[in-house]
Structure formats: C-alpha cells, structure tokens
C-alpha cells in the first residue's frame, strides 16, 4: 500500500486534472464553482505556509500573459465572457489550480531544471490544444510555439526559485 505521503500527492494531481476537465467542460460558471471548491480545499487541507501568496501570484501571470496572446490574436473565444476582456473564467482558473500542483506533485520535478523546462514546453502547449478542442476555441499558427516557449521558461524559473527556496518545498 503506498504511503500517506504518496497518497497526498496523488490525490494532488488527481484533483488538478479534475479540475481542468471540468473547468475545461464546464464552462466559466462550472470554474468558478469547482475552481473555488478545490482551491479552498488545497488550501484548507494541503497548502504550506505562505504559499496562497505564490497562487495568487502565478493567477495574475496566467491572466497577464494568456491575456497578452489573446489581445495579440492567439486565441479566438468566440463569444465567450471574458475576465477583465483578457480571458474566458474557465481558462483562467486553470493558473491557479495548476499553481497548486507546484509545491506538491510536481515538487520533484523542480531539482531538474533542463527536465522542467523540456516538460513545460511539451506539456504546456499539449494542454492548450486539448483545452481547445474541447471547447471550440481558435489557436493561431504561431501560438503553440509561443506557449512552448512560454512554459519552458516558465518551469525553468519554477526550478530555479524551487532551488533557492528549498526549504519551502521540503517544509511538512
């Protein structure tokens, strides 16, 4: 039987791909619920110190830099209500939820910096061209290679600030 320890990072993952699907299927209303629901659970459960702090933080990066590419012609939502006319909800609440999965399932990830960065670009535009055949979403030509490069960067710097903040990662 696996350790609780084990367990705990599996049901962190487990809740995050929950999360994308039904925030992905769901719509922007269905986000907001289930987005509240597991982010008040992460942090009522699971949630080290301070670390509501870098949630919210790579929140407001997901929205400035998925909101950039959409004002630069990256996504076409239709119709869609938009947070702030940058993003749909549902999109958007995936920054957080995926933020969640940081400091816990993906916490062995971040000792490997070249590793982080190759499973940021592949994983991270994989992710968009799901999200986007689900819902109907438009991507332009040149947004995978953007987000690509984007997410690499992105987990390159995740590993960096994981390896200068150790004690963060490894506290409880």
Not at 43 to 52: V, Y
Not at 72 to 80: S, V
Not at 124 to 145: I, Q, R
Request: charged share 10%.
């Amino acid at each position: 039987m696996a350790s609780p320890r084990w367990q705990g990072l599996l049901f962190n993952a487990l809740r995050f791909e929950a999360g994308w699907l039904l925030c992905v299927l769901g719509g922007s209303w269905i986000a907001a619920i289930t987005g509240s629901i597991l982010l008040g659970w992460h942090f009522w459960r699971c949630a080290k110190p301070g670390e509501w702090r870098f949630i919210g933080v790579f929140a407001l990066l997901g929205l400035a830099l998925d909101g950039g590419l959409h004002v630069a012609g990256g996504f076409d939502f239709g119709e869609q209500p938009l947070v702030a006319g940058l993003l749909p909800l549902w999109l958007w609440m995936l920054w957080p939820l995926f933020a969640t999965l940081v400091f816990h399932s993906l916490a062995w990830l971040w000792q490997y910096p070249r590793i982080a960065a190759l499973c940021g670009a592949v994983s991270g535009p994989l992710s968009y061209v799901g999200g986007a055949a689900l819902t109907g979403v438009s991507l332009a030509p040149w947004l995978l290679p953007a987000q690509a490069l984007i997410w690499a960067v992105l987990c390159f710097g995740i590993s960096r600030y994981a390896n200068q903040k150790t004690t963060v990662f490894n506290t409880r």
